[in-house]
């Protein structure tokens, strides 16, 4: 009940919510009750946290809430995308934990954490942009490729990295090539 009181009220004030905590100052200027928003979340991130503390324990809990959406901020950018990808790898994490806690007779709540931390470890290793793997091949490729440059066209052109001096283009008449004459 606690979960869909939550969830609705934050689905409802998304946006309220998101402005507030990116940009008090705009959210002030725009009439929201800045103080009012912040106190709401305090009160239903509060809520969570006392209702779920009786039903799993406090170590699950903050594994819960912190580790789903640092591993989702590494495999995406977008706030929405970030929130819907915290759910799933927490819904993920919780039904895998317990199922491998069933097999191997171990605690739920620690092989529940034990999960949520491998998959926040793999999201480190493996996450498209931020992920260690696409850090290394980026570095490894600004410092080894060539250098791109725009032509006229808008086209990225490669260019030898060696070659250090750069051709301006040929003035005729005062313009430069392809400029209009103004008359």
Same mark, same amino acid.
């Given at each position: 009940?606690?979960?869909?009181?939550?969830?609705?009220?934050?689905?409802?004030?998304?946006?309220?919510?998101?402005?507030?905590?990116?940009?008090?100052?705009?959210?002030?200027?725009?009439? %929201?009750?800045?103080?009012?928003?912040?106190?709401?979340?305090?009160?239903?991130?509060?809520?969570?946290?006392?209702?779920?503390?009786?039903?799993?324990?406090?170590?699950?809990?903050?594994?819960?809430?912190?580790?789903?959406?640092?591993?989702?901020?590494?495999?995406?950018?977008?706030?929405? %995308?970030?929130?819907?990808?915290?759910?799933?790898?927490?819904?993920?994490? @919780?039904?895998?934990?317990?199922?491998?806690? %069933?097999?191997?007779?171990?605690?739920? @709540?620690?092989?529940?954490?034990?999960?949520?931390?491998?998959?926040?470890?793999?999201?480190?290793?493996?996450?498209?942009?931020?992920?260690?793997?696409?850090?290394?091949?980026?570095?490894?490729? @600004?410092?080894?490729?060539?250098?791109?440059?725009?032509?006229?066209?808008?086209?990225?052109?490669?260019?030898?990295?060696?070659?250090?001096?750069?051709?301006?283009?040929?003035?005729?008449? @005062?313009?430069?090539?392809?400029?209009?004459?103004?008359?």
């Amino acid at each position: 009940v606690v979960a869909l009181i939550v969830g609705g009220i934050l689905l409802g004030l998304l946006k309220e919510f998101t402005l507030t905590a990116f940009d008090t100052t705009m959210a002030r200027s725009a009439g %929201y009750p800045v103080f009012a928003l912040d106190l709401l979340l305090l009160l239903l991130v509060s809520a969570t946290i006392v209702v779920s503390l009786q039903t799993v324990g406090n170590i699950l809990i903050l594994a819960l809430i912190v580790t789903p959406p640092a591993a989702a901020r590494l495999l995406t950018d977008r706030l929405s %995308y970030m929130m819907m990808a915290s759910v799933g790898l927490a819904v993920f994490s @919780g039904v895998a934990g317990l199922f491998v806690s %069933y097999h191997a007779a171990t605690a739920a @709540g620690a092989t529940i954490v034990l999960t949520a931390t491998g998959v926040f470890l793999v999201c480190v290793v493996l996450a498209p942009t931020h992920g260690l793997v696409a850090t290394s091949r980026a570095r490894r490729r @600004g410092r080894h490729s060539c250098l791109l440059h725009q032509d006229r066209g808008g086209h990225h052109r490669r260019r030898r990295q060696g070659s250090a001096r750069v051709r301006r283009p040929e003035v005729r008449d @005062g313009t430069f090539p392809g400029a209009r004459r103004v008359a």
